[in-house]
T-cell receptor
Framework: GDSVTQMEGPVTLSEEAFLTINCTYT??????LFWYVQYPGEGLQLLLKATKADDKGSNKGFEATYRKETTSFHLEKGSVQVSDSAVYFC???????????FGTGTRLTIIP | EAQVTQNPRYLITVTGKKLTVTCSQNMNHEYMSWYRQDPGLGLRQIYYSMNVEVTDKGDVPEGYKVSRKEKRNFPLILESPSPNQTSLYFC????????????FGPGTRLTVL
């Protein structure tokens, strides 16, 4: 089945620092790749996605590129803000496989 | 407002006392699912449903039941709760399948004593 390995947290950064959260996956075929974010006290919400190789998903200053050759979908942001403090989840999803497998999540804390 | 609602938001109960956590969505979504979130384990899928009367097991279905009699509702049933089911539970829905954007409810924090 599909599986995903995420960078272990927690990650603590200063405001305006550069962020990378690593995500690698194991899946058959060509999965769609998602990053979800969970702000404190809330459910998850979609941050960005990419559906085919070399696609770049972007939203709220975050970016991730679908790298089929390395089976990775690393999340990046050039300058983080305190409001980015949250837990981030990576998820590969194969069309036709209706199970959803999330990574363990990476807790990010941004210090002013 | 398009949303997924869960009730109750918080519940403390005792071992063996049957309980139901309700989930309802107003977006006419076909796909609905339940997850539990535990520290260090992330989010794990319990059950999912592709449509009315169609349900299937996720990765951790033991000790749980679900039903999908109506498109908008997908209750999670714990027939005989045990302390290892203490967790934060999330319901989610999407238009058609896991590969579409999932919309999550606010969560239900369950404690089983």
């Amino acid at each position: 089945g599909d599986s995903v390995t995420q960078m272990e947290g927690p990650v603590t950064l200063s405001e305006e620092a550069f962020l990378t959260i690593n995500c690698t996956y194991t899946a058959t075929g060509y999965p769609s790749l998602f990053w979800y974010v969970q702000y404190p006290g809330e459910g998850l919400q979609l941050l960005l996605k990419a559906t085919k190789a070399d696609d770049k998903g972007s939203n709220k200053g975050f970016e991730a590129t679908y790298r089929k050759e390395t089976t990775s979908f690393h999340l990046e942001k050039g300058s983080v803000q305190v409001s980015d403090s949250a837990v981030y989840f990576c998820a590969p999803v194969n069309f036709g496989n209706e199970k959803l497998t999330f990574g363990t999540g990476t807790r990010l804390t941004i210090i002013p | 407002e398009a949303q997924v609602t869960q009730n109750p938001r918080y519940l403390i109960t005792v071992t063996g006392k049957k309980l139901t956590v309700t989930c309802s969505q107003n977006m006419n979504h076909e796909y609905m699912s339940w997850y539990r979130q535990d520290p260090g384990l992330g989010l794990r899928q319990i059950y999912y449903s592709m449509n009315v009367e169609v349900t299937d097991k996720g990765d951790v279905p033991e000790g749980y039941k679900v039903s999908r009699k109506e498109k908008r509702n997908f209750p999670l049933i714990l027939e005989s709760p045990s302390p290892n089911q203490t967790s934060l539970y999330f319901c989610a829905s999407s238009l058609a399948g896991a590969h579409n954007e999932q919309f999550f409810g606010p969560g239900t924090r369950l404690t089983v004593l």
